[in-house]
């Protein structure tokens, strides 16, 4: 694994958390990056997404640092905003950056007030702990519920050399991200313009972030970042430009089926395509209605081949389409065709759905062209017991 020129990385502990481990933390680039983000559509929106916004705003899209708290979302208290522009300025002086260069981001529970002095007191020693080395200590510190660390990496090689790119992301519960993710950061050495850097992360995050549900909550801190501090020297373009967001799709692929794999609960990553459809966005309804169906996730913790899930969850999406054209497949095995069952061993289906990874199919037959693939996870007892007894 080659990390991104050009970025250090610090993480420590707090006093955040309940839990004596690292809850803040620092991604900075050495010299001012060129920065683009995705955030939530929910309307409660935390207030260190607003103040991210705001910072990108001003800037025109130029950033120095990350800085990353876990344990409080910072959301839905009387002093959230304070809260955030008093750490983002601690962390700008520590580091000798303006406060609108620093993008702050937070995670964990919402309605509790967050005691600013956690965070300054710590800014000294967060930027004196910063190196180059210590991208999986960030990737660690942002974790809440998550029970593995998520992390993906590509190299492209261009004309006039390679640049790296390194993608950290957290997420276990409260998923279904609409324009971005709960978390997520990617980093890169390559030379990108900030309108570029906003178009392609745009349509990267399309095909992962926004094809990826957990249990169909958009959470109110849901912030995807990309910065690009050129440090390699190499620019990209024409073909050069097509493959470098290529592989940063497949990063922020790769990020996204890791977190729908480690969906809180979850014992099946779950994938599901959809064609047939009159458009791509007729696609992806009918495969996010399937993937947020509970009882489409609880058929497949169970096993069950139960196709008919399946078809009412499409059914429910919104678009048209006609029964007699409609195939089903489910592991592989052609369970529905032209909207009827067909003959199928269901003891065999049972056993593949036993496996660790599942499929499913959902075709309609006729002249539409779109299509989509979403990724999701089972639901199990487990995802009740931790949701059930997240504040105590």
């Known amino acids: 694994m080659t990390l991104p020129l050009g970025f250090r990385y610090s993480a420590l502990y707090a006093g955040i958390r309940k839990a004596n481990k690292d809850d803040l933390s620092l991604?900075?680039?050495?010299?001012?990056?060129?920065?683009?983000?995705?955030?939530?559509?929910?309307?409660?929106?935390?207030?260190?997404?607003?103040?991210?916004k705001k910072n990108l705003a001003a800037t025109k899209g130029v950033a120095s640092a990350i800085l990353i708290n876990a344990g409080n979302a910072n959301c839905a208290t009387r002093t959230?905003?304070?809260?955030?522009?008093?750490?983002?300025?601690?962390?700008?002086?520590?580091?000798?950056?303006?406060?609108?260069?620093?993008?702050?981001c937070s995670t964990g529970v919402i309605g509790v007030e967050l005691d600013s002095s956690k965070?300054?007191?710590?800014a000294g020693a967060l930027a004196a702990g910063l190196d180059a080395e210590r991208f999986g200590d960030v990737v660690s510190a942002i974790m809440t519920t998550?029970?593995?660390?998520?992390?993906?990496?590509a190299s492209v090689g261009a004309k006039s050399g390679t640049v790296h790119i390194a993608g950290m992301t957290k997420g276990s519960g409260m998923i279904q991200p609409l324009m971005a993710t709960t978390l997520g950061f990617v980093m890169t050495d390559a030379v990108l313009s900030?309108?570029?850097?906003?178009?392609?992360?745009r349509r990267a995050s399309a095909k992962s972030f926004n094809a990826m549900s957990v249990d169909g909550d958009t959470s109110t801190n849901d912030t995807l970042l990309?910065?690009?501090n050129g440090a390699s020297g190499v620019r990209l373009a024409g073909r050069d430009l097509d493959h470098f967001e290529?592989?940063?799709?497949?990063?922020?692929?790769?990020?996204?089926?890791?977190?729908?794999?480690?969906?809180?609960?979850?014992?099946?990553?779950?994938?599901?395509?959809?064609?047939?459809?009159?458009?791509?966005?007729?696609?992806?309804?009918?495969?996010?209605?399937?993937?947020?169906?509970?009882?489409?996730?609880?058929?497949?913790?169970?096993?069950?081949?139960?196709?008919?899930?399946?078809?009412?969850?499409?059914?429910?999406?919104?678009?048209?389409?006609?029964?007699?054209?409609?195939?089903?497949?489910?592991?592989?095995?052609?369970?529905?065709?032209?909207?009827?069952?067909?003959?199928?061993?269901?003891?065999?289906?049972?056993?593949?759905?036993?496996?660790?990874?599942?499929?499913?199919?959902?075709?309609?037959?006729?002249?539409?062209?779109?299509?989509?693939?979403?990724?999701?996870?089972?639901?199990?007892?487990?995802?009740?017991?931790?949701?059930?007894?997240?504040?105590?």
């Open 27 to 52: 991604i900075v680039s050495d010299v001012p990056a060129t920065a683009a983000g995705v955030f939530t559509q929910n309307k409660a929106m935390a207030a260190p997404v607003i103040l991210c």
């Open 80 to 104: 959230g905003m304070k809260v955030a522009l008093e750490t983002s300025r601690a962390v700008a002086k520590a580091l000798g950056v303006p406060a609108a260069r620093v993008l702050p």
């Open 119 to 122: 965070i300054t007191s710590k």
């Open 146 to 153: 998550d029970l593995v660390a998520k992390q993906a990496h």
């Open 194 to 201: 900030p309108a570029g850097a906003r178009a392609m992360l």
């Open 226 to 228: 990309l910065l690009a």
């Open 246 to 392: 290529k592989a940063l799709t497949l990063v922020l692929e790769d990020l996204a089926k890791q977190i729908a794999r480690d969906g809180e609960g979850a014992k099946k990553l779950v994938t599901i395509d959809v064609t047939g459809t009159r458009s791509d966005a007729d696609a992806m309804r009918i495969a996010r209605q399937i993937g947020n169906s509970p009882l489409v996730k609880t058929a497949i913790a169970g096993s069950d081949p139960n196709w008919g899930r399946v078809m009412m969850a499409a059914g429910n999406a919104g678009v048209d389409f006609e029964l007699k054209n409609v195939s089903i497949e489910m592991q592989g095995l052609l369970v529905c065709k032209g909207g009827l069952a067909v003959d199928f061993s269901e003891a065999e289906l049972t056993e593949r759905l036993n496996a660790p990874d599942s499929h499913v199919g959902f075709h309609i037959r006729g002249s539409g062209r779109g299509k989509a693939r979403f990724y999701t996870c089972d639901f199990t007892e487990g995802y009740i017991r931790i949701n059930g007894s997240y504040r105590t």
